[in-house]
């Protein structure tokens, strides 16, 4: 069975600074894998996904990530962060031949001024 | 806008009760996901519909009903079975079909006991 985790439940950064989520997965296969972004009581937005291909992924927002097969992980990059960049981040597998999706815990980030 | 309305965004359920949580969406997505969250857990899958009249479950379906009557309409209540039912409930579309297509999420319902 597919999972993912999300070791860092809570990061806190300052504005301007880089910030890094990281993503572990565990599946059979290379999976599709996705991240999004949930502001406080609203849905979740897709930041970016990676299917196959270039290994490094560009989203919205000025995000990025880096699929890395050999340490299976789908790490969240930006270079400087925003006040409006704190939320809560999720990461999301799925196997190629199924459209259900396994999320990971979350990580909140905090943006201090 | 093309879109996922979720209604309401709050509701209250009294014991014994069974409450219905609406989810509509424009997008002409085939498949459609009812998500519980709870602080710390993440989203875990409560059921699924592939198709009109078609639905599955998911991770954490006892205590859940839904239908699909309707493409664009995918309805769960939460019943009286559902012994601890506050948290905040997503439903999310696809186009699906196959796993490249992500979800797109409504803002969600948050439910609560009274």
């Known amino acids: 069975a597919q999972s993912v985790t999300q070791p860092d439940i809570h990061i806190t950064v300052s504005e301007g600074a880089s910030l890094e989520l990281r993503c572990n997965y565990s599946?059979?296969?290379?999976?599709?894998l996705f991240w999004y972004v949930q502001s406080p009581g609203q849905g979740l937005q897709l930041l970016l996904k990676?299917?196959?291909?270039?290994?490094l992924v560009q989203g919205i927002k000025g995000f990025e990530a880096e699929f890395k097969r050999s340490q299976s992980s789908f790490n969240l990059r930006k270079p400087s962060v925003h006040w409006s960049d704190a939320a809560e981040y999720f990461c999301?597998?799925?196997?190629?031949?199924?459209?259900?999706?396994?999320f990971g815990a979350g990580t909140t980030v905090t943006v201090r001024a | 806008d093309g879109g996922i309305t979720q209604s309401p965004k709050y509701l209250f359920r009294k014991e014994g009760q069974n409450v219905t949580l609406s989810c509509e969406q424009n997008?002409?997505?085939?498949?459609m996901y009812w998500y519980r969250q709870d602080p710390g857990q993440g989203l875990r899958l409560i059921y699924y519909?592939?198709?009109?009249?078609?639905?599955q479950k998911g991770d954490i379906a006892e205590g859940y009903s839904v239908s699909r009557e309707k493409k664009e309409s995918f309805p769960l209540t939460v019943t009286s079975a559902q012994k601890n039912p506050t948290a905040f409930y997503l439903c999310?579309?696809?186009?699906?079909?196959?796993?490249?297509?992500?979800?797109?999420f409504g803002d969600g319902t948050r439910l609560s006991i009274l």
């Open positions: 999310a579309s696809s186009i699906g079909k196959n796993g490249n297509q992500p979800q797109h």
């Open positions: 599946y059979g296969a290379t999976p599709y």
């Open positions: 990676y299917f196959s291909g270039d290994t």
């Open positions: 999301a597998v799925g196997p190629s031949w199924d459209y259900k999706l396994s």
């Open positions: 997008l002409n997505h085939d498949a």
């Open positions: 519909s592939q198709i009109v009249n078609d639905f």
